[in-house]
């Protein structure tokens, strides 16, 4: 396993308390430190921005992890707009096996995000410990690992830094998904300079120095973190991080003979070095080493929709009412409006420590019983696109078997994430200008909130809808077949087209141009594409 640095926190200011909060006394008083609703206690762990402690609420008397963001250092560290950024995605997402966020407490010097206790520690300690896992076990983890990042996935989310030490297990060692979103606040181009993460989980394409980060790169994570789990030890590993990179680039690992057909089968698959050959998620769901004794709610597709459930259980209001003592009317009102207050916050609380997993749901489904549920960019894996669209310049995509040592540690320190900076969070304005020379058309989104990652992952969600066959030569260059036109109007014909994003000085810009067909077609492909983005 790899060496850890120090753990990283994000967040963001939504709402001020600072009427709630009460300073810190001096060392030695007896009274405890209090911030808004939570009385803190111990230091479970500090990082570059600050640190997290242990603390319950006042009221509630359940356990949460308070994460304390000094703003000096977040500011010198210019990381303002991506801690902002990062919590205003947490607020959003709402699964089993995520850390789920409860409030942001802001005070003039520091930053306080409340989140749920996990008193499990990090999958990574559990390796290390235990050693290589049964299969039986090992499967359990990566279900619920798999689960919760489809469910990122699908809200168009890459997390960028899955590894154990992001892993933390509750009590009843139950995979939390933790830093969401962590590789949104690396710095730029200080990965061989930093310690932000480990290189040993990053996928070829990432370590390339390329600013590609799509649903395939923690494919290939889950597959490094699927190998530890079943090996105990990294597929990729060496004291020399330039060797290290050369393996990972060229896919060269050993496969244990002890493994047997169907893990091999899987890890070799998620371990290819060519992302666009590398199994999707939606195909993950279907190996037969993974349905194998699948929980019952891990066997149905994600939800949808991004926002917490505002469905009222009368049991947790009562409870709620009988712990705080909160009038009934201000706690439905505050729930049924969206609020984030303090009632909501207690009746989460309350809501989270009552309504554990139902045992049922934990049991195997039947795999006669499973369907197959759409996936994000299923397209672009079809393997009969005729020739004339390039595969790219990978090569062979089928992962090539090297000796490595069993080492379970590494010198390697350094993160392997290059990201593109953040435009500004202001409103999307699209923008066509036709040219007649070239029969081009071109979409920018200027200001976009978006990030070139977050484009690329909305145009391959809108080429799978359409049912559209691609291939990617290089990170931003799509070439398209629109075959589907045909039935869209009449006298329409098959086009192909070549996708390409440019980042101008204000802007991203989404360049599609016909590659081979006529004009008319032309129009109504770019019109049903267009149509189809959420950008």
Not at 38 to 67: D, I, N, P, R
Not at 82 to 106: A, D, G, P, T
Not at 464 to 470: C, E, I, P
């Amino acid at each position: 396993m790899s060496s850890r640095p120090g753990p990283e926190f994000s967040g963001a200011p939504f709402r001020s308390q600072e009427s709630n909060i009460v300073a810190a006394v001096p060392p030695g008083s007896s009274p405890p430190v209090k911030i808004g609703s939570y009385v803190l206690g111990k230091t479970l762990g500090v990082g570059s921005f600050g640190k997290v402690k242990e603390g319950y609420h006042e009221l509630c008397g359940q356990k949460v992890a308070v994460k304390i963001l000094n703003r000096s250092k977040v500011h010198v560290m210019d990381m303002t707009p991506k801690v902002r950024r990062e919590i205003m995605i947490l607020r959003l997402l709402n699964h089993k096996h995520l850390i789920k966020l409860y409030e942001v407490i802001e005070c003039p010097s520091d930053i306080f995000v409340v989140t749920e206790y996990i008193s499990g520690g990090e999958l990574f300690d559990f390796i290390v410990e235990r050693g290589r896992l049964p299969e039986n076990e090992a499967r359990r983890f990566f279900q619920q690992l798999i689960g919760g990042v489809e469910y990122c996935h699908r809200h168009m989310i890459i997390h960028r830094d899955l590894k154990p030490e992001n892993l933390l297990l509750d009590e009843n060692l139950n995979i939390k998904i933790a830093d969401l979103g962590l590789a949104n606040i690396a710095r730029d181009g200080e990965f061989l300079r930093t310690s932000c993460g480990s290189p040993n989980y990053a996928a070829p394409e990432v370590i390339s120095g390329k600013p590609y980060a799509g649903p395939e790169v923690d494919i290939w994570s889950c597959g490094v973190i699927l190998y530890a789990l079943l090996c105990g030890s990294l597929p990729f590993d060496d004291e020399s991080i330039a060797a290290l990179f050369r393996r990972i680039k060229s896919g060269q690992y050993q496969m244990p003979s002890y493994l047997s057909p169907g893990a091999r089968d899987l890890i070799s698959r998620m371990l290819i070095v060519d992302p666009l050959a590398r199994i999707t998620i939606e195909q993950i769901r279907k190996h037969p080493w993974f349905v194998e004794n699948l929980p019952r709610y891990l066997s149905l597709p994600p939800p949808t929709g991004c926002a917490r459930s505002r469905s009222i259980n009368v049991e947790v209001l009562r409870e709620c009412i009988r712990r705080t003592g909160f009038p009934e009317e201000k706690i439905v009102w505050s729930l049924k409006h969206g609020k984030r207050n303090a009632y909501t916050v207690a009746y989460e609380l309350i809501h989270d420590a009552m309504n554990r997993m139902d045992d049922s749901m934990l049991q195997p489904v039947d795999i006669r019983s499973l369907f197959s549920f759409p996936g994000i960019g299923t397209g672009s894996r079809e393997k009969n696109v005729p020739e004339s669209i390039d595969t790219g310049a990978h090569g062979d995509a089928a992962s090539r078997a090297a000796v490595l040592p069993s080492s379970a540690t590494s010198a390697a320190s350094a993160s392997p994430l290059q990201y593109l900076d953040e435009l500004d969070e202001d409103d999307i304005m699209p923008c066509f200008v036709f040219g007649s020379a070239s029969r081009r058309i071109q979409l920018g989104i200027v200001n976009s909130y978006l990030s070139a990652s977050e484009i690329m992952m909305e145009l391959y969600r809108a080429l799978s809808v359409l049912q559209w066959r691609w291939k990617s030569p290089s990170v931003y260059h799509i070439r398209v077949i629109a075959a589907s036109i045909e039935s869209a109007l009449p006298g329409a014909k098959q086009v192909r087209l070549v996708i390409q994003l440019y980042r101008t000085t204000s802007r991203f810009v989404v360049d599609i141009a016909l590659h081979d067909g006529d004009l008319f077609s032309f129009i109504l492909a770019c019109h049903m594409i267009v149509c189809e983005l959420r950008i």
